[in-house]
């Protein structure tokens, strides 16, 4: 399956060096200009001598046959059938959709030009944050495609003044407060969140996304920001997640939408009981906090051994969140050390047949502690 960066990266490289594309956003770069703007389109410091702005005829989007939709925004521009990027998200899309695919046909791709006065003051924001994020977190702000599904009302209102609420998807489960979003290739996911419009269409949005340093969220939580500066987003699963959390105090800075794409296709199918309950076992990495303890006294002096246990108890005792008990226990032991001891059990787990019948995760990207 293609990667939608990957292949939008690959498809405007054809414009020449003077095109650069960068986090999903395609741009000139006028080296002779006199501007004021300090970033580049990749949000580096360039310097004052260049200038980022969108050419639709250097773009990709053919110039006699652009339509300017009746939605509110000015930015908006259709891509033509034969533009390559609408085949790519247009392919995307249809697949992700699983048995709706073939029952599925796309009226029309439309992309975020950023041309206008707010909407490149948008662009530059996003930019500036995913360079700070990618500080923060040494040298990445995992910016990433996700769908964001919603009523056309509500998309005219998020492309003319950004996000105004948080979005609780129809029959998920409540991850907190924050704009839900589902990743590339499982649009499905974000169906649920669209509503027919006066046309019989349905409308996604394809936006880029700055995740940065990922945390586990569990049903019910009210989290509606990082639990620590250590965390940009959240999701409903590390190893494979369906949705992608961004906290209500980063939903105007970490979320820029890129395409609109306008389909018709019958309702999603309604999910499973069983999809609707929390599962009563984990899914991310996990190992028994006995277990833990012991291991790590391995590797750990006997003083942060000790201040581990202590935090365990006090957790026990109900003196302290899970979720705190994991924070403390990560900047005691650190995610370096705990991923390699817990990957190391899983491993142990899975020669061993496993216990209770589960089977070994995936890689880890966080650990996450159960009594």
Known sequence: MENIQDQCRSQFQQFGSDHRLENGVEALMASKTSANHDFSDDGDFNGPDQESVVSDSESGISGPSVEQLEWRNGDLVKLVEQDKIYDLIERRFVNGLGILGPQTTVSAVYKNSHSTHIGQARLHAFQIYSQAIAKKNGGSA?????????????????????????????????????????????????????????????????????????????????????????????????????????????????????????????????????????????????????????????????????????????HRDHKISRHELIKRVRQIAGDKLLIHVIKSFRVQQSRNGGRNGQRAAGSVDSPILLE
């Open 142 to 314: 995992n910016v990433l495609y996700a769908w964001l599904g919603a009523s056309k009302d509500q998309i005219n209102n998020i492309l003319g003044y950004g996000f105004a609420q948080c979005n609780k998807p129809k029959s998920s489960q409540f991850l907190g407060g924050g704009v839900y979003l589902s990743p590339d290739a499982l649009p499905l996911e974000s169906l649920e969140d669209t509503v027919v419009d006066e046309d019989g269409l349905r409308h996604l949005l394809l936006c880029r996304v700055i995740l940065g340093k990922t945390e586990l969220v569990h049903p019910g939580s009210r989290q509606n920001h990082p639990s620590s500066e250590a965390f940009d987003s959240g999701v409903d699963d590390l190893f494979a997640p369906r949705k992608y959390i961004v906290w209500s105090t980063h939903m105007n800075t970490h979320i820029l939408p890129e395409y609109l794409i306008s389909f018709r296709t019958p309702p999603p199918p309604p999910r499973s009981k069983e999809a609707k309950q929390p599962s009563r076992m984990p899914t991310s990495p996990w190992m028994p906090f006995p277990t833990l303890i012991s291991v790590l006294s391995k590797f750990l002096p006997a003083p942060e051994i000790a201040m581990i246990s202590k935090h365990h108890k006090e």
